[in-house]
T-cell receptor
Framework: KQEVTQIPAALSVPEGENLVLNCSFT??????LQWFRQDPGKGLTSLLL?????REQTSGRLNASLDKSSGRSTLYIAASQPGDSATYLC???????????FGPGTSLSVIP | SAVISQKPSRDICQRGTSLTIQCQVD?????MFWYRQQPGQSLTLIAT?????????ESGFVIDKFPISRPNLTFSTLTVSNMSPEDSSIYLC??????????FGQGTRLTVV
């Protein structure tokens, strides 16, 4: 059974810092992994999708990596801004028709 | 990408009543997914809805409590029945886009009093 964990649970950084959010999954047989952003009381916004054949994906100041052998993914945020404050969730699925398994999330606060 | 509209965005309901949440997608999709996010928790899949067949429920969720309709390939509803304060959560609709990228609606924030 696939389980997804995220470290840290919460993070507070000053504006401008680079930061890394970590995601671990127990089953290396992963089809894809996705990072989401969730603002309080709102839905999820897809940030990056990494297929199992890929090592990383980049979008603007965001870079996500995937290491299947170690069961880890990281989300790197460069030059953080107060607008980046949100909860970041990683989620993976085992096959294309399996359900998505979510991690508990990392709550990020960027202090001006 | 898929654009998903959910209604209502939030509601406050009396215990014992029911609420129906609507989910509209801007393109035809085979499967639609309903999730629950309890306060301070991550997302849990309630059920998968396929057009023309009964929804498939995850362990811990039953049709009598969460009936789902899927009348066509762009629309689905989730009803939360006989509500109690423990049902207070965010309910989210999701679909898969290209490359099985998951997309979500803005969620329905339900408070049961």
């Amino acid at each position: 059974k696939q389980e997804v964990t995220q470290i840290p649970a919460a993070l507070s950084v000053p504006e401008g810092e680079n930061l890394v959010l970590n995601c671990s999954f127990t089953d290396s047989a992963i089809y894809n992994l996705q990072w989401f952003r969730q603002d309080p009381g709102k839905g999820l916004t897809s940030l990056l999708l990494i297929q199992s054949s890929q090592r990383e994906q980049t979008s603007g100041r965001l870079n996500a990596s995937l290491d299947k052998s170690s069961g880890r993914s990281t989300l790197y945020i460069a030059a953080s801004q107060p607008g980046d404050s949100a909860t970041y969730l990683c989620a993976g699925r085992k096959t294309s028709y399996d359900k998505v398994i979510f991690g508990p999330g990392t709550s990020l606060s960027v202090i001006p | 990408s898929a654009v998903i509209s959910q209604k209502p965005s939030r509601d406050i309901c009396q215990r014992g009543t029911s609420l129906t949440i609507q989910c509209q997608v801007d393109s035809q999709v085979t499967m639609m997914f309903w999730y629950r996010q309890q306060p301070g928790q991550s997302l849990t899949l309630i059920a998968t809805a396929n057009q023309g067949s009964e929804a498939t429920y995850e362990s811990g969720f039953v049709i009598d409590k969460f009936p789902i309709s899927r009348p066509n390939l762009t629309f689905s509803t989730l009803t939360v029945s006989n509500m109690s304060p423990e049902d207070s959560s965010i309910y989210l609709c999701s679909v898969d886009g290209v490359n099985t990228e998951a997309f979500f609606g803005q969620g329905t924030r339900l408070t049961v009093v």
